[in-house]
């Protein structure tokens, strides 16, 4: 298994070698799956949203719907407000959302399409919406597409002069309907009503029935995004994800936000929580005390198993501060954290995070990297644990490392969409996942007469 | 039953319903039937289809374990189509294979702006110092052709400067109207630069080459077992598990065996005009079609002892099979059967599903061309539109090696009884009444669901889930839902066994809660479901 990558690193700096990124659209088109009746659309060639669909339906195991423009060599060449226009009309007449949320592609944007002027001219029906933003692929990732997308819905739906009310506006960042859920269940517990944007529960979890709706009860609905312009503030978890939309919302509607990580682990979810009790005025319930009780007490009972191990975490760039922050805590020992997402503020977050825990020495944190110098890097330094998205499953074979899989994607194993990483729960489910991985493989690798029945 | 076609058009505004109307059609074989295939989608329109680059990159090029297949592009083409098509190829004996890589440029706005062709060649420069490869493909994509960037002339440079093979592709996503144009231009490629560039001696009997097989989940594999036992020489598979230097030397095969007609019909046919290499078109997919392609082989090559073995070895694989294959039968027959699948499966999974008595009723090609559906001899009839005209069809002249295996006589006479060079499409061997939908759409399968209801959907990923939730089993015919191989005698076993697994899963009967009143009229569960399992 990848015989061919050589443990001595060379510098590449125009050759990627099995990415940690994928390109803004598929993010764009994810976040649009979190509207209430919306239909994601792709501007450009059939082929992207073909395999964004695919992508997604291969992660959460549901059905992910979204049209395209499709472009033929002609409206490359003559631009794509034609097939916009075509595109919006049959889109109305035959599937019949509320909403349309255009996003653009490398196609579109090279050729300068003007979306902004083509939805102005363009005829909408009067009880119906198209909105769009702009996710050139050569930009950022999927996640910087996430990021435009919930921006997008709110520049042009949040609404300023929508009454003042008693809702805090929640932006999750790029994570999975099971950590919405259980965000949602938090914000209950802690007794402050809210507008979650995107919101995919229901959507991208949705039950079996045997009955299927393109546009199932879920998401986010319209009015929601409105009345984000009258919210008390907002909370955007997720600097990388949740940072455009923040500042979309301070832009348009004046309203402010509070960018945190997302709430991985227990120090991180203690700060979330004491956000939301600070916000609600209410305090912090014994239930969810209990809970993070639960946590530490897991943490001290299997902490010889934790303990000053290394390991390597990879991924989207919230998820892996989240993932590293709660490896800490647990006793491991992260050496490499690395995204696929370009930005300096994550190694400079990385770095902090590490060196806050007296981690730093000869760590490695890499914004813009990829898994065939992560693999380098780990043919020099073996790691005892690999935290990530499936794409890590070939590093784990070739390596022989221990694999947890967290993140997204998800594209080899069920159910995880449905499982929280977040909160104390999310860390609960993690912290066994990471033990058992690690003494699996210490019963696999001992002798017969070192198998222990009690640990 | 014609209402249902009706039916289901009467949902489309003007304009839609007069771009797919005739791409929908209810079989009767007492006419000369034509449908409208190979155009483009309907923007706005849910088709299933994908692009040029993937029908190149993804489909034909992707399998090729001994090269360096380099996406010039931003990210996102390349990693979709990173070990995902599941075109399976074990490591040469140096352990190389490059299938588990994803090489790509990953453009940036900067290389938009100013051009990417400086950073292509940065690209293959650094990746030539960690690989070593000795051959390089470059696939566009979409922003490439639109800034212009010469990969055609990296490659060259990139020949000259390490002294390998490089040849690039411009299989931009906007270039025809579906990965079929990508088929195309992946085939030129080929055959201009590799195929024939190896004429080192070849020293076997019985020579053929495996056309259109991509080893999804194996299957290539289980035909050459087959092909081996009876005694040929596979010297060369396009592409699954494939090599280019097998490829290189393909033209010393006596026949080409076209499994995959839609991506691979163009190598077969500009084989036969550059070296005379006759072909056949073959379905290693289900048990008598296996029969009758064992059998047209052997009478190609027309000698006795070929035609014995034949019967020897498909006497001893039934025989492996026979047991296993009733019982899943006994637990199949009677079933209605969708299929929806790219070029030529559609047609291949009849043969199969028909071995365990399941009759398919829909039928359709993502991206085939009417002489897919209509046969080859359509081909003439066919008109060039402004997208087709712009995929280059070569002009292949006789090369000097051209060698002629077969008189005149018995060339015309092979093709009277094996349809030797010929293929007579998919409608031929469907019922009257049943449906050939071309691109079939989200609506209309959601449509064709409910009116045709059946037991079983074959589909691709992106509406798999749409018809499970509908409460029908659905199962990928482009994945294999990670199962397989489904080819040979052993796959139909593979096969009927997922098929069997599928309508008999216990969770079908756990839909409805108890407590929950049952809305009459559809029945909830496929029909295995109410069935205990024996």
Known sequence: ?455 | MAEVKNEILAKYKAKVFKGRKDHILEVDRSKEQVIAANARAIPGIMTNRGCCYAGCKGVVLGPLKDTLVLTHGPIGCGFYSWGTRRNKARSGPDGSNYVQYCFSTDMQEPDIVFGGDKKLKKAIEEGYAIFKPKRIMICSTCPVGLIGDDIHAVAAWAESEFGITCVAFSCEGYKGVSQSAGHHIANNGLMKRIIGTDDSDYPARYKVNLLGEYNIGGDGWETERILKKIGYSVVAVFTGDGALSDIARSHKADLNLVQCHRSINYVAEMMKSAFGTNWLKVNFIGLKAIAQTLRNIAEFFGESQVKERTEEVLEEEMAAISGDLGYYRERLSGRKAAIFVGGSRSHHYQDLLRDFGVTTVLAGYEFGHRDDYEGRRVIPDIKEDADSKNIENLVIDKDIRYRAILSPERAEELRATIGLENYEGMIKDMEDGTYVVDDLNHYETEAFVKFLKPDIFFSGIKDKYVIQKAGVLSRQLHSYDYSGPYSGFRGSLIFGQDLTMGLYAPAWKLIKAPWAAREGGEPLAPKGGEEDHA
Not at chain 1, 41 to 49: F, R, W
Not at chain 1, 247 to 256: E, F, N, P, Q, Y
Not at chain 1, 389 to 403: D, I, M, R
Request: proline share 6%.
């Open chain 1, 1 to 455: 298994m990848l015989d061919q990558t050589p443990k001595e690193i060379a510098e590449r700096k125009a050759l990627r070698i099995n990415p940690l990124k994928t390109c803004q659209p598929v993010g764009a088109l994810y976040a649009a799956l979190g509207v209430r009746r919306c239909m994601p659309h792709s501007h450009g060639s059939q082929g992207c949203v073909s395999y964004h669909r695919t992508f997604l339906t291969r992660h959460f195991k549901e059905p992910a719907v979204a049209s395209s423009s499709s472009f033929t060599e002609g409206a490359s060449v003559f631009g794509g407000g034609a097939n916009l226009r075509s595109s919006v009309k049959n889109i109305f007449d035959l599937y019949d959302p509320d909403i349309i949320a255009v996003h653009t592609t490398c196609l579109s944007e090279t050729i300068g399409d003007d979306l902004n002027a083509y939805i102005l001219e363009m005829e909408i029906p009067d009880d119906k919406l198209v909105v769009h933003c702009n996710t050139p692929s050569y930009v950022g990732s999927h996640v910087t597409g996430h990021a435009n997308m919930v921006a997008g819905f709110i520049k042009y739906l949040a609404d300023k002069r929508a009454p003042k009310n008693d809702r805090i506006g929640v932006f999750p960042g790029f994570v999975n309907p099971g950590d919405i859920r259980e965000l949602k269940r938090l914000l209950g517990l802690m007794g402050l009503p809210f507008i979650m944007l995107p919101d995919q529960t229901g959507v991208l979890d949705g039950p079996m029935t045997g009955v299927y709706e393109m546009y199932p009860d879920g998401g986010t609905t319209i009015d929601e995004i409105r009345a984000l312009g009258g919210a008390r503030m907002a909370l955007a978890l997720g600097e990388f994800a949740s940072t455009e939309p923040a500042l979309a919302l301070k832009t348009k509607c004046g309203v402010d936000s509070k960018v945190m990580p997302l709430p991985f682990g227990v120090a991180m979810t203690d700060s979330f929580l004491m956000a939301l009790s600070e916000i609600s005025g209410n305090p912090v319930p014994r239930e969810l005390e209990e809970e993070r009780g639960r946590l530490v007490d897991l943490m001290l009972d299997a902490n010889p198993y934790f303990y000053d191990r290394s390991c390597a975490i990879f991924g989207d760039p919230d998820t892996v501060l989240g993932l590293a922050s709660l490896a800490l805590e647990l006793g491991l020992r992260p050496r490499f954290l690395v995204t696929g997402t370009p930005g300096e503020a994550f190694e400079k977050r990385g770095s902090a995070l590490l060196g806050s825990h007296g981690a730093l020495g000869g760590a490695r944190v890499r914004a813009a990297g990829d898994l065939f110098e992560l693999h380098q890097w780990i043919k020099n330094e073996p790691v005892d644990l690999l935290i990530g998205t499936s794409y890590g499953k070939q590093l784990a074979k070739a390596e022989n490392v221990p694999f947890v899989r967290a993140g997204f994607p998800i594209l080899d194993r069920y159910g995880h969409a449905y499982q929280p990483l977040i909160g104390y729960e999310g860390a609960i489910k993690l912290a066994i996942k990471i033990a058992d991985a690690i003494m699996d493989r210490m019963d696999r690798d001992c002798a017969d007469e070192d198998l222990e029945l009690v640990m």
